[in-house]
């Protein structure tokens, strides 16, 4: 339905930073519910952050206080920030948009983008 689309994904050493970013089309991304996912080889996706049609924020405890989800409407573009990186950081990261709210749970989703790399060396 809503046609996602990452990028900023790439080759970063332990304790860097890297923001990603998530173009959305649409007139109505205000009204989206936002999350990140990741997933690591031969591991299942995960849920990592999220960001209400409101401005609400959830964040899973591995990467609560190192990483920020933020969203441009004017853009329609949501951002995740992630600093302190840790080699298992290390994933093809996602985002998905639902209605309004935001939940921790893939199946809720019903956007997907296709995925940007992040690689967090040691």
């Known amino acids: 339905q809503v046609q996602l689309v990452e990028s900023g994904g790439g080759l970063v050493q332990a304790g860097g930073s890297l923001r990603l970013s998530c173009a959305a089309s649409?007139?109505?991304?205000?009204?989206?519910?936002m999350g990140w996912f990741r997933q690591a080889p031969g591991k299942e996706r995960v849920f990592v952050a999220a960001?209400?049609?409101?401005?609400?924020?959830t964040y899973a405890d591995s990467v609560k206080d190192r990483f920020t989800v933020s969203r441009d409407n004017a853009k329609n573009t949501v951002y995740l920030q992630m600093n302190s990186l840790k080699p298992e950081d290390t994933a093809v990261y996602y985002c998905?948009?639902?209605?309004?709210?935001?939940?921790?749970?893939?199946?809720?989703?019903?956007?997907w983008g296709a995925g940007t790399q992040v690689t967090v060396s040691s």
């Open positions: 998905a948009a639902r209605p309004w709210i935001v939940t921790t749970q893939m199946a809720d989703y019903s956007s």
């Open positions: 649409g007139r109505t991304f205000s009204t989206y519910g």
């Open positions: 960001i209400s049609g409101t401005g609400g924020k």
